[in-house]
């Protein structure tokens, strides 16, 4: 498995843009939240996710590009593979 964090970015985005691309994104498991090594659930800032899989980094970008094109026109997607993440300040997703 690969692991990617991916940004969206709208330069003018309507107030429900990123509660409806979050949606989106949820049915393909990219998420906006990342686990620590505790287990331990965090979310990430808005715009920002993660995704694990076996895709190519293109076909990772080009899938999150048609997805958030559908949910607003011109977004921006930049994806990163990543193998160690360090992060600070996010905050913590309460236990149900």
């Given at each position: 498995m690969v692991n990617y964090i991916i940004r969206v970015s709208y330069t003018a985005p309507q107030a429900d843009t990123y509660d409806r691309?979050?949606?989106e994104l949820a049915k393909y498991n990219v998420a906006g939240a990342i686990k620590a090594d505790d287990g331990k659930?965090?979310?990430?800032?808005?715009?920002?996710y993660c995704y694990?899989?076996?895709?190519?980094i293109?076909?990772?970008r080009d899938a999150v590009y048609r997805?958030?094109?559908t949910?607003?026109?011109?977004?921006q997607v930049l994806v990163v593979e990543v193998t160690t993440l360090s992060w600070a300040g996010f905050k913590l997703?309460?236990?149900a």
């Open positions: 691309l979050n949606v659930g965090y979310y990430l800032p808005q715009g920002e694990s899989g076996n895709e190519a293109n076909e990772v997805l958030s094109s949910v607003q026109d011109e977004p997703i309460e236990e």
